[in-house]
Every structure is written in structure tokens, then in C-alpha cells.
């Protein structure tokens, strides 16, 4: 697999060691949403160390219980770093109050800016 489509993202190998998901406009992501992400990102990258490149889509949200889901060390396993590109400032802030409290493992970012994020992770 390199590409799949769910109903609320897609995701996909931009590198060998960058995973590009794309969460769509107005998406409620839920605790499933984020389990089903996790799974496919396994599939593409396996155990292999990689990178995340998070693009939110406008007006996206995510349930406390899936980020509560996102911030546990398995999920973020062998992950070197992830980007979060924001499209507003709520979703800046959530994304900011999520990293100040939830530590991951691994260096997470917020962007608002996609080339920017990309390259940051490039660097990492």
C-alpha cells in the first residue's frame, strides 16, 4: 500500500520516511478515525523511523478521546517528529495546548504553513 482514502482523510507516503495525512474540511475526527490513521500508517512505514506531515483541513475538530488516543507512546513509535499545519487559530491553539500536555516521544510542531512544516521535517 501507498495511498489510502477513508472518509474523513487520505494518507500517504511522501518519502520513504514521511507520512502525509491530509484530514478533510469539516471532519470530526473521532477515537475509530484516529485508530483506523494509526493502522494505516503502520502499513506504510511499518517499524521504520519516519516523520508526520499533518495537514487539518478547515473547520476540522478531533474528540477528546482521540487525542487523548494520539498522545499515547505506541502511536507515536519510531516517529521522529510530527508537523501539524493549522489552518486557523483554534486549531493553533488545540494543537499547542495538545503538545504543551501530552508528550509523545517525539518533537511535534504546529505550522501554518505547509512548505514550512515539510521542510522543518526534512531537517529532523
Given at each position: 500500500m501507498r495511498s489510502a482514502k477513508t472518509e474523513k482523510a487520505e494518507i500517504r507516503?511522501?518519502?520513504?520516511?514521511?507520512?502525509?495525512m491530509r484530514i478533510f474540511?469539516?471532519?470530526h475526527l473521532e477515537l475509530g478515525d484516529v485508530k483506523e490513521l494509526n493502522r494505516l500508517k503502520r502499513e506504510l512505514v511499518g517499524n521504520n523511523a519516519h516523520s508526520v506531515l499533518l495537514i487539518s483541513g478547515k473547520y476540522t475538530?478531533?474528540?477528546?478521546?482521540?487525542?487523548?488516543?494520539?498522545?499515547?507512546?505506541?502511536?507515536?513509535?519510531?516517529?521522529k517528529?510530527?508537523?501539524?499545519?493549522?489552518?486557523?487559530?483554534?486549531?493553533s491553539l488545540i494543537a499547542n495546548f495538545f503538545i504543551k500536555f501530552n508528550r509523545t516521544g517525539s518533537k511535534v510542531r504546529v505550522f501554518d504553513n505547509e512548505a514550512a512544516a515539510l521542510a522543518w521535517l526534512q531537517r529532523q
Open positions: 507516503l511522501l518519502a520513504p520516511d514521511i507520512v502525509y474540511d469539516e471532519a475538530t478531533i474528540a477528546k478521546e482521540a487525542r487523548e488516543f494520539s498522545s499515547r507512546k505506541e502511536v507515536g513509535e519510531n516517529r517528529a510530527k508537523a501539524i499545519v493549522v489552518s486557523s487559530m483554534a486549531q
